[in-house]
């Protein structure tokens, strides 16, 4: 592998598609005043709130309306900066060594999910600065936590599905045929991808309303917590259902292999933190927890 | 159908799915819809045709499918959750600095000429991990990596080196912070802080007896221990009272003056002016400046004049590891008790303590915080969505009429109220052998608690009796301490494959758990006090 | 041939053993009995099975009937449920603002809300005017001053930086480790009996007896299309049984806060009166945010038909 990762690249792409992003879901009202506006109460509404919340008051757009030139520039710019993303994201020693195109994607949202926990911890420790020298709290801070962490704890476990690290218990699992193991994947995969479908078909109906009303949290820095995080379930989900699948295949012809609690301790991260502590005359190190990933590093 | 035979099938179900190995946290989300078809729609279960008729599948978009997206949503907007990352995040910064090596050096030349020496200073130092951080993991490795191949190297018995990282280790949950209580208390809507504070006495407790264990086994039988050689030139006896007496003074002088800046800087600003009725700013009243003032030269003094410059250098030398970690711990703890966070942002706090600390230290790069961003997003990914199935399955469980149904048929069976205790025990620990800590807490809890809320209060216990208002905060207590066991219950604690993951080959996993044997038994002695006197959680409540 | 019966699903956020739970609880037998048992509902309390805010889009999407919860948990849908639920600096007593429910057009301006979100108003409980828990007095609008306290999100938190105070929108869980700490002064829990039960004044001990800055009312509100299935005598008994629980909470509340009035002077907190020209500063304060907070064409609707109510009373004169 030509560039590690954590390279400046892959710090500064996620940083300026949450940039876009942020950007976008801010001004999302005044694309859907544009393009599909809602009942006229409802449209009044949302204007009211656009106009309050606008960063760029006043500025014209290239195709009249309510977006402005800003707006169309961060929405032109998140497909590109996903592409940039996605080709620029490289795998580290402590991934999992599952690199389909569909793979890089979930990886890539996993790394703006890292840059929204540096974002997250950021806010919080403003909120207490202000709160607790200067006696001036936010109104703010504490509803951008939550809805940062919103989007951290979904996006979090698509890339734990892409990474294999979610919960599962391998007591009869490990001890089956291999063509058994492939059975029950199969099942599992079908099951998930069966609880997307109900999800979102009992879903779609508040989530869409939400969204194309632009339901706010009802406070005084008012974010569209439900507007955007109601879809954004159902979207991590179906996402995640898709990853099952992907792993499916991608798995199909691994080796089996013994799993065990350990596993989500990687030996590179090991080695760092080795390196860390300075440990010395451990032996050497016992690789009882070889992986599927080892097995196709053989393999490949 | 009636709620028994869903309840029946929900059992079943969940051990076969969990059997094939499907994700936890998924197989919890299948089977709340499962639940919901069973409740509303049973028909289309045996005749799929019928999609589309009834009431949960009649309304696309709508009905009471929607309660998948509701459930998870509303977990999504608690704020308590956002203390998990942060808290993994802290971990993993401190695991990748050498915050911890220095530290156990710094023990270990006060206490390397005590028969039993290492193993005390790795439980003490496992309860100073466990004070700053709340997740169990990175601490088993962290003690594995320092302890193990020096208690081996000196001829340490190996089970007794074994057995005492691995329990210690574990400590991280069971005294506060902890995610195990957070998450308790977030699901079961108890006072976060009240568990916290409940719980410093019988983790302490616990500790202890591990500490106590070691001194008597050690006392016992001195093969199981052999003390290292002396090395030339080294401070024994009064010599290195003096040296820990120095030490001491310099740590009291650092903290006072920080102390002394934090009180005067609220007299400057005027933000402890007395007030009618206000409660003082903790130890930052106007009145505290000149205590701690004279503290810090007092201290200073002492130093000079009593122990000496040159002393006071080799004393700070010496023990000066030791001071991260209590920095870390006052910012997370002092923070939450000194009433300038929550437990949320106390987390963030911790995480912000150890990047500045790493970063004196000369540790920090990108590279570092990268790699500990990713070991937070994994673990947060891992733990947060299995905390998304169950709150799919309680939700639509609830909604069935379940968790009434089960506490009516358990308190229904008219048993004495300490069986009932103590058959809940038995299933716990059984659970905890096989399953992740996070899984038992979400799926089991809902059920449990309510049953020992609806329980004789005056029969709980042995010994006193616990108030009313305490009853979650207790049992939430013995929860986590029952939790303590399943990280090392064979086959499954996971504290013994974090251990094999850094230990010699030679030790085998059948190894590793036989040294486990007697703090097993130790752990149940403490869970047993909990059981028997359950008023030890309000001994710092009240 | 049999009668029609209804099954309902309600959720409330009140506990079941407390003093509104119980109220709840007897309006559920009320109705069961008045109907002979056709009515039959499943309670879950505490907001069991989805969070309390949401609680109506449960309902409205059917996984519940009924939300019996409060309006206020929706303004982030349409801020007109500000004016439905919580008439900030409105009202002095449950009385007048039930009466402007029943004979001041409230409901005709508050159902086709409602029905826009796929819902229909059954009917309001109010338990009163709240007070406040704070370790600072709070006698006069000056004491709002720097006053930093736990406000429940919407426009309580612009009236009161209006006011000079430091509102902090925190989750109602972290209130009491937030007071004890002294993160936060003062908090705006609920009314002066249910704020003793829930441990307030054991952590802090200054009040204001009788309330004024907030006086919320809890609805029964059900899925419209459930409603509309139900046989007409049904839906007379929801909304009569409403009536009699709503003077039911009333009378009960006013007599549980004047006995927890008595009770926490004995235990040594401080309940302060408002005088009438403080009340006078704050109502200004109020009503001046409330155009601000009303949006939508529904909320300037509302806040139109309070004031032209509010004058009747002579609460307000312009
Ligand atoms: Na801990
Ligand atoms: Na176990």
């Known amino acids: ?300 | 159908m009636d709620i028994g035979t869903i309840s029946l099938v929900l059992m079943l179900g969940l051990l076969v799915l969990l059997a094939i190995g499907m994700p936890l946290g998924l197989a919890s989300a299948i089977l709340a819809v499962l639940v919901l078809f069973m409740k509303f729609e049973p028909d289309t279960l045996f005749n799929p045709l019928l999609f589309g008729d009834g009431i949960l599948t009649g309304r696309p978009g709508s009905g009471p499918l929607n309660i998948l997206a509701q459930k998870i949503y509303g977990l999504l907007t608690d704020y308590v959750l956002i203390s998990i990352p942060l808290f993994i995040f802290m971990a993993a910064l401190l695991e990748r600095s050498g915050i911890a090596k220095e530290m156990y050096s710094s023990l270990n030349v006060w206490l390397n000429r005590t028969r039993g020496g290492i193993a005390i200073v790795t439980s003490i130092m496992a309860v100073i991990m466990a004070a700053m951080s709340g997740i169990i993991g990175g601490e088993v490795v962290l003690l594995g990596l320092i302890a193990l191949p020096q208690m081996l190297r000196l001829g340490y018995n190996q089970n007794l080196a074994i057995g005492t990282i691995c329990a210690s280790g574990s400590l991280g949950t069971m005294i506060p912070p902890s995610i195990v209580l957070i998450i308790y208390g977030l699901i079961t809507e108890t006072s976060i802080k009240a568990l916290f504070t409940a719980a410093f006495v019988p983790g302490f407790m616990l500790a202890s007896f591990f500490i106590i264990y070691i001194i008597v086994r050690t006392r016992l039988r001195p093969e199981d221990a052999p003390l290292p050689d002396p090395v030339p030139g080294e401070a024994v006896g009064r010599e290195k009272g003096m040296l820990f007496g120095a030490f001491l003074s310099v740590l009291i002088a650092g903290f006072s003056t920080v102390l002394f800046l934090r009180a005067l800087f609220f007299t400057v600003s005027g933000q402890n002016a007395a007030e009618n009725g206000v409660e003082d700013i903790f130890w930052g009243t106007p009145g505290h400046v000149p205590w701690f003032a004279g503290l810090t030269i007092i201290a200073v003094l002492l130093c000079l004049f009593v122990f000496g410059r040159e002393r006071t250098k080799t004393g700070w030398a010496m023990g000066k590891g030791l001071v991260p970690p209590i920095v870390v711990i006052g910012v997370v703890l002092g923070s939450i008790y000194g009433g300038i966070t929550g437990i949320t942002e106390a987390a963030g706090m911790g995480a912000f303590a150890v990047l500045v600390i790493a970063i004196f230290r000369g540790e920090a790069s990108f590279e570092l915080v990268w790699d500990s961003l990713m070991r937070t997003l994994k673990s947060t990914g891992t733990i947060i969505w299995v905390t998304i199935g169950a709150a799919a399955l309680a939700g639509a469980y609830t909604i069935a009429g379940g968790p009434t149904y089960v506490a009516n048929f358990i308190l229904g069976q008219d048993l004495p109220t300490m069986s009932i205790l103590l058959m809940m025990m038995l299933i716990l620990l059984f659970m905890g052998a096989f399953m992740d800590w996070v899984g038992i807490v979400l799926l089991i809890i809902p059920v449990f608690l309510p049953i020992v809320q609806r329980l004789p209060i005056e029969e709980i216990g042995l010994i006193g009796e616990l108030q009313p208002k305490y009853v979650a905060v207790w049992f939430g207590v013995l929860f986590c301490m029952n939790m303590q066991v399943s990280f090392l219950s064979p086959p499954f604690g996971p504290a013994a494959f974090y251990l094999k993951s850094v230990a010699p080959p030679h030790i085998s996993l059948t190894d590793i758990f036989k040294g486990f044997l007697p703090f097993i038994c130790i752990q149940l002695i403490a869970l047993s006090v909990l059981l028997i006197w359950p008023p030890i959680v309000e001994v710092l409540l009240n | 041939a049999a009668a029609q019966t209804t099954n309902l699903r309600i959720q409330t956020h009140y506990a079941p053993e407390t003093v509104s739970g119980q109220l709840a609880q007897q309006y559920i037998d009320d109705i069961v009995e008045m109907s002979n048992g056709e009515i039959q509902v499943e309670m879950f309390y505490s907001s069991s099975v989805v969070k309390s805010v949401e609680t109506f889009d449960a309902a409205a999407t059917g996984i519940l009937d009924c939300d019996m919860t409060g309006g206020g948990y929706q303004t982030g849908k349409n801020p007109a449920f500000q004016f439905v639920a919580d008439i900030m600096g409105g009202y002095d007593t449950p009385y007048q603002q039930l009466s402007w429910l029943y004979f001041g057009g409230g409901r005709e301006a508050a159902a086709p809300l409602y029905n826009k979100y796929g819902m229909e108003l059954i009917g309001w409980w109010v338990y009163g005017q709240e007070s406040f828990a704070s370790s600072k007095p709070i006698e006069k609008v000056a004491d709002f001053k720097d006053w930093k306290f736990r406000s429940p999100p919407g426009m309580e938190t612009k009236i009161f930086e209006k006011l000079g105070a430091s509102p902090i929108v925190m989750d109602f869980t972290e209130i009491f480790t937030a007071l004890e700490t002294g993160i936060i002064d003062g908090a705006d829990a609920s009314g002066l009996a249910n704020n003793v039960g829930l441990g307030l004044y054991d952590i802090v001990k200054f009040a204001n007896f009788p309330g004024f800055h907030s006086m919320p009312s809890d609805h029964l509100a059900c899925n419209k299309a459930v409603f509309d299935a139900m046989p007409a005598h049904h839906q007379k008994i929801m909304k009569v049984g409403m009536e009699a629980l709503a003077l039911r909470t009333a009378l009960t509340f006013e007599k549980k806060n004047a006995e927890a009035a008595a009770l926490l002077r004995t235990q040594g907190v401080t309940l302060s009166q408002w005088a009438p020209e403080e009340l006078a500063k704050f109502r200004a304060a109020a009503q001046a945010t409330w155009p601000e907070f009303a949006t939508t064409p529904e909320a300037k609707a509302l806040v139109d038909a309070h004031m032209s109510y509010l004058t009747q009373l002579g609460l307000v004169s312009n």
Not at chain 1, 231 to 248: E, K, M
């Open chain 1, 1 to 300: 592998m030509k560039n590690k990762s954590g390279s400046f690249i892959e710090w500064l792409i996620p940083f300026c598609f949450i940039l876009c992003a942020g950007w976008l879901i801010w001004h999302l009202p005044a694309f859907t005043l544009d393009w599909v506006p809602p009942d006229q109460s409802q449209a009044d509404n949302l204007r009211g709130l656009h106009h309050r919340n606008d960063v760029t008051p006043g500025m014209s757009g290239p195709f009249g309306g309510e977006a402005d030139w800003v707006d169309y520039l961060a929405l032109l710019g998140l497909p590109i900066f996903l592409y940039i993303g996605i080709r620029t994201v490289r795998r580290a020693p402590m991934e999992f060594e599952s690199w389909r195109p569909a793979d890089r994607v979930s990886v890539f949202i996993g790394r703006v999910t890292m840059m929204m926990i540096i974002l997250l911890t950021s806010v919080m420790l403003y909120e207490v600065l202000l709160r607790y020298v200067f006696e001036a709290p936010t109104l703010w801070a504490n509803e951008l936590s939550l809805w940062l962490a919103g989007f951290v704890f979904l996006c979090a476990g698509l890339y734990a599905m892409q990474q294999r690290s979610h919960i599962r218990i391998f007591l009869l699992y490990d001890i089956c045929p291999r063509w058994m193991q492939r059975l029950f994947d199969t099942i599992s995969t079908v099951l998930i991808v069966l609880f997307a479908f109900f999800l979102v078909y009992g879903g779609y109906g508040e989530a869409l309303d939400k969204l194309w009303r632009w339901e706010t949290f009802g406070t005084a820095f008012d974010p569209p917590i439900p507007a955007t995080l109601k879809p954004t379930v159902l979207i991590i989900v179906s996402l995640v259902a898709i990853q099952a699948v992907v792993n499916l295949i991608s798995d199909w012809n691994a080796e089996p292999v013994i799993h065990t609690a350990a596993d989500d301790i990687d030996q590179d991260e090991l080695e760092k933190i080795r390196a860390a502590v300075g440990a010395e005359g451990v032996g050497d190190l016992d690789v009882t927890r070889g992986s599927i990933q080892g097995n196709q590093t053989e393999r490949n």
